[in-house]
T-cell receptor, first 113, second 109 residues
Framework: DVKVTQSSRYLVKRTGEKVFLECVQD?????MFWYRQDPGLGLRLIYF???????EKGDIPEGYSVSREKKERFSLILESASTNQTSMYLC????????????FGPGTRLLVL | SQQGEEDPQALSIQEGKNATMNCSYK?????LQWYRQNSGRGLVHLIL?????REKHSGRLRVTLDTSKKSSSLLITASRAADTASYFC?????????FGAGTQVVVTP
């Protein structure tokens, strides 16, 4: 079974802090994705990566950056957390090529005070 | 921007009855996927239907796709308490998924 894990289930940070959200997948998937989920808005794509050291902006990249140094790990970075980044963050991975399903991690609920 | 729009936003259904939810989208797609999310958890893939398919079944799930109307429906037959969850459609255009806001389904005894 594919396993996608995220470093924290719940996280509380203060405005201005630098925040790292880690995602690890164990199925050698090339593609990895970061989404945020807000009530009434569904999932919105922040960044994605087709392979190691590659990254592409999604629909809402502002205020975020990513890092993909190893194939299995995709990190989302909030350079200076703000209260409007309070949200549920979901990581997903997928074998390269479409059509393929995405496999999601359990999510990290981030609260920025 | 949201590509898929689910309807209804919320659905309460009695155990044993069928539940139907719809998804409309705006642009051309390669395929459309349905996912389920239990409260506070990640999404689980349910079914994928390609743009050249009209209907697909998986267990108690039936998905239809009408590309001329840019719409899809998900039918859950003989619903169970364990089907209580949020259901999302996602359209796939060249590898990127665009999700709708979801339909929240509650199955009551």
């Amino acid at each position: 079974d594919v396993k996608v894990t995220q470093s924290s289930r719940y996280l509380v940070k203060r405005t201005g802090e630098k925040v790292f959200l880690e995602c690890v997948q164990d199925m050698d998937h090339e593609n990895m994705f970061w989404y945020r989920q807000d009530p009434g808005l569904g999932l919105r794509l922040i960044y994605f990566s087709y392979d190691v050291k590659m990254k592409e902006k999604g629909d809402i990249p502002e205020g975020y950056s990513v890092s993909r140094e190893k194939k299995e790990r995709f990190s989302l970075i909030l350079e200076s957390a703000s209260t409007n980044q309070t949200s549920m963050y979901l990581c997903a991975s997928r074998v390269a090529g479409s059509p393929e399903t995405q496999y999601f991690g359990p999510g990290t609920r981030l609260l920025v005070l | 921007s949201q590509q898929g729009e689910e309807d209804p936003q919320a659905l309460s259904i009695q155990e044993g009855k069928n539940a139907t939810m719809n998804c409309s989208y705006k642009t051309s797609i390669n395929n459309l996927q349905w996912y389920r999310q239990n409260s506070g958890r990640g999404l689980v893939h349910l079914i994928l239907i390609r743009s050249n398919e009209r209907e697909k079944h998986s267990g108690r799930l039936r998905v239809t796709l009408d590309t001329s109307k840019k719409s899809s429906s998900l039918l859950i037959t003989a619903s169970r308490a364990a089907d209580t969850a949020s259901y999302f459609c996602a359209t796939d255009s060249w590898g990127k998924l665009q999700f709708g806001a979801g339909t929240q389904v509650v199955v009551t005894p």
